[in-house]
């Protein structure tokens, strides 16, 4: 195993806030971009943080895919919720400490890159590109969906160019446009949930004219808590793990903030908590108002609202689910940027995506990524089952991998950080080192289960296969590297 150090990259190269522990040469250091380059800009704020990180995570998954997961679990299915909570809990607390105390604008993949050399780096950020890029199609495919409802005249893939046109434009101009678009994007989504946490709770307690109060009985009869037992609750927890994807962008936006390593540190504190609340306590009320083997949980946020008397409910969730779709596919196009540009600017992909305009954004790395989500936006409209659905199945368990190479790399960056320069960490992972492994063996635990689920197993070999390629990939140029140092006497 290698141990680079820390990449020699300052805020002149990249934004980012000085070399970390280590610094040294030969540890895959950002590369400066071409003459006339400028650098990325500093002016996301706290709250643009904040809601980023609540715009990546709370997509059309929460408002529409619960459903399933209740039908699948029962009321159990807060348990699997649970679980999934602890586990993101603990992976952004650890991603939370290694940004904070060495923000940078490729985030874990520069930490892979540090802890284990440049093959993981390129690994693990072409990989977490590779995935946002497709997911950030769904979003763009979902959204254009619910525009041909409204109009239906229109064809589905006009809707999903225009989308993509429309926020690869957004993306294109300043980072502070980009965070206030998206403040407000998260902003109609957040008071969207509020609201219906706040209508939930009073049916519940029956405070609320002509609506009969259902008190426990959907959580406790029909079958009990546990209505198809223990397998259920692990099928649940297959099917929402990933639900919390989108989080670790608010990592990738330190080096754009006026004050990256606080302001990293306080997004991931509070984003956490408010994700955590509102996915569990928006789940619970479903649970609680609308019985687990309902015919009604197709979507249930819709059934809630029309048994409760609010005119239109169908209409109303339509615009939040279209908003959420909308600021999730913002903040995908955002990330992917970012991962391609850090890339880039360490010598891990094409040195074109290193150009910065004088707005301080990486335009090239933008259209780059845009470009294959317009791609797979057609490709999700025109051939969803014979191409499309292959994509779809390749980022499947992506996230695990990326999750998993958090976990190893701030398992090995702790201990430098403690021994090299403490006052960076900010931020400190809870109960280090056991925690830690904790994640490691839970995460290994959730892959194998995936083997033994009909529908997870296609997800989990298709994401292998993927993985495979390109760690393939990066361990064959580590190894031309190496060689051309050798041959050359180590002059580079």
Same mark, same amino acid.
């Given at each position: 195993?290698?141990?680079?150090?820390?990449?020699?990259?300052?805020?002149?190269?990249?934004?980012?806030?000085?070399?970390?522990?280590?610094?040294?040469?030969?540890?895959?250091?950002?590369?400066?971009?071409?003459?006339?380059?400028?650098?990325?800009?500093?002016?996301?704020?706290?709250?643009?943080?904040?809601?980023?990180?609540?715009?990546? *995570?709370?997509?059309?998954?929460?408002?529409?895919?619960?459903?399933?997961?209740?039908?699948?679990?029962?009321?159990?299915?807060?348990?699997?919720?649970?679980?999934?909570?602890?586990?993101?809990?603990?992976?952004?607390?650890?991603?939370?400490?290694?940004?904070?105390?060495?923000?940078?604008?490729?985030?874990?993949?520069?930490?892979?890159?540090?802890?284990?050399?440049?093959?993981?780096?390129?690994?693990?950020?072409?990989?977490?590109?590779? &995935?946002?890029?497709?997911?950030?199609?769904?979003?763009?495919?979902?959204?254009?969906?619910?525009?041909?409802?409204?109009?239906?005249?229109?064809?589905?893939?006009?809707?999903?160019?225009?989308?993509?046109?429309?926020?690869?434009?957004?993306?294109?101009?300043?980072?502070?446009?980009?965070?206030?678009?998206?403040?407000?994007?998260?902003?109609?989504?957040?008071?969207?949930?509020?609201?219906?946490?706040?209508?939930?709770?009073?049916?519940?307690?029956?405070?609320?004219?002509?609506?009969?109060?259902?008190?426990?009985?959907?959580?406790?009869?029909?079958?009990?808590?546990?209505?198809?037992?223990?397998?259920?609750?692990?099928?649940?927890?297959?099917?929402?793990?990933?639900?919390?994807?989108?989080?670790?962008?608010?990592?990738?936006?330190?080096?754009?903030?006026?004050?990256?390593?606080?302001?990293?540190?306080? *997004?991931?504190?509070?984003?956490?908590?408010?994700?955590?609340?509102?996915?569990?306590?928006?789940?619970?009320?479903?649970?609680?108002?609308?019985?687990?083997?309902?015919?009604?949980?197709?979507?249930?946020?819709?059934?809630?609202?029309?048994?409760?008397?609010?005119?239109?409910?169908?209409?109303?969730?339509?615009?939040?689910?279209?908003?959420?779709?909308?600021?999730?596919?913002?903040?995908?196009?955002?990330?992917?940027?970012? &991962?391609?540009?850090?890339?880039?600017?360490?010598?891990?992909?094409?040195?074109?995506?290193?150009?910065?305009?004088?707005?301080?954004?990486?335009?090239?790395?933008?259209? *780059?990524?845009?470009?294959?989500?317009?791609? *797979?936006?057609?490709?999700?409209?025109?051939?969803?089952?014979?191409?499309?659905?292959?994509?779809?199945?390749?980022?499947?368990?992506?996230?695990?991998?990326?999750?998993?190479?958090?976990?190893?790399?701030?398992?090995?960056?702790?201990?430098?950080?403690?021994?090299?320069?403490?006052?960076?960490?900010?931020?400190?992972?809870?109960?280090?080192?056991?925690?830690?492994?904790?994640?490691?063996?839970?995460?290994?635990?959730?892959?194998?289960?995936?083997?033994?689920?009909?529908?997870?197993?296609?997800?989990?070999?298709?994401?292998?296969?993927?993985?495979?390629?390109?760690?393939?990939?990066?361990?064959?140029?580590?190894?031309?590297?190496?060689?051309?140092?050798?041959?050359?006497?180590?002059?580079?």
């Amino acid at each position: 195993m290698n141990s680079p150090q820390t990449p020699d990259s300052t805020a002149d190269h990249d934004g980012d806030t000085g070399p970390g522990p280590g610094s040294g040469p030969d540890s895959g250091r950002a590369h400066p971009g071409p003459e006339g380059t400028h650098h990325l800009g500093h002016t996301l704020k706290p709250r643009h943080m904040t809601m980023l990180a609540l715009g990546g *995570a709370i997509g059309a998954g929460l408002f529409v895919g619960t459903g399933a997961g209740i039908h699948t679990a029962g009321p159990g299915i807060l348990i699997s919720y649970a679980l999934a909570s602890v586990l993101v809990l603990l992976v952004m607390r650890m991603l939370g400490e290694m940004a904070a105390a060495v923000p940078r604008s490729g985030s874990f993949s520069e930490y892979a890159g540090v802890a284990f050399g440049r093959w993981a780096g390129f690994t693990v950020g072409w990989l977490y590109w590779w &995935m946002v890029t497709i997911v950030l199609a769904v979003e763009a495919s979902g959204a254009a969906a619910i525009a041909h409802g409204w109009a239906p005249g229109i064809p589905i893939w006009v809707f999903s160019l225009v989308i993509m046109l429309v926020f690869t434009g957004a993306n294109l101009l300043t980072v502070r446009s980009f965070g206030e678009s998206e403040f407000w994007f998260a902003t109609v989504k957040i008071l969207a949930i509020v609201g219906f946490l706040v209508l939930g709770v009073l049916a519940i307690v029956g405070w609320l004219p002509d609506v009969d109060a259902p008190g426990l009985s959907n959580l406790t009869g029909n079958g009990g808590f546990l209505p198809n037992g223990w397998d259920g609750v692990i099928t649940g927890l297959l099917a929402v793990a990933f639900s919390f994807g989108g989080l670790e962008i608010v990592t990738i936006a330190a080096a754009e903030s006026n004050d990256p390593a606080r302001n990293v540190a306080r *997004a991931v504190r509070t984003a956490v908590w408010r994700i955590l609340l509102f996915y569990i306590g928006s789940v619970a009320i479903v649970a609680t108002l609308l019985p687990w083997d309902s015919d009604r949980l197709g979507s249930p946020y819709v059934s809630v609202l029309e048994d409760i008397g609010i005119p239109g409910a169908a209409h109303v969730m339509d615009v939040v689910v279209f908003t959420a779709l909308l600021s999730a596919l913002n903040s995908m196009l955002y990330g992917a940027s970012r &991962m391609a540009f850090s890339l880039s600017r360490r010598g891990e992909g094409p040195r074109q995506l290193s150009r910065v305009a004088g707005n301080g954004v990486p335009r090239t790395a933008v259209l *780059a990524s845009s470009a294959f989500g317009f791609l *797979a936006a057609l490709l999700n409209v025109w051939w969803p089952e014979q191409v499309f659905k292959h994509l779809l199945n390749s980022v499947g368990a992506m996230l695990l991998f990326v999750w998993f190479a958090i976990a190893a790399s701030q398992l090995v960056l702790r201990r430098r950080i403690e021994r090299e320069d403490p006052d960076r960490l900010l931020v400190r992972m809870w109960g280090f080192p056991y925690l830690t492994w904790f994640v490691m063996l839970a995460l290994a635990a959730v892959s194998i289960l995936m083997v033994f689920d009909a529908t997870a197993r296609p997800q989990l070999l298709s994401s292998v296969v993927v993985v495979a390629v390109v760690l393939g990939f990066a361990l064959v140029r580590e190894a031309r590297r190496r060689d051309l140092r050798r041959r050359a006497g180590g002059r580079f």
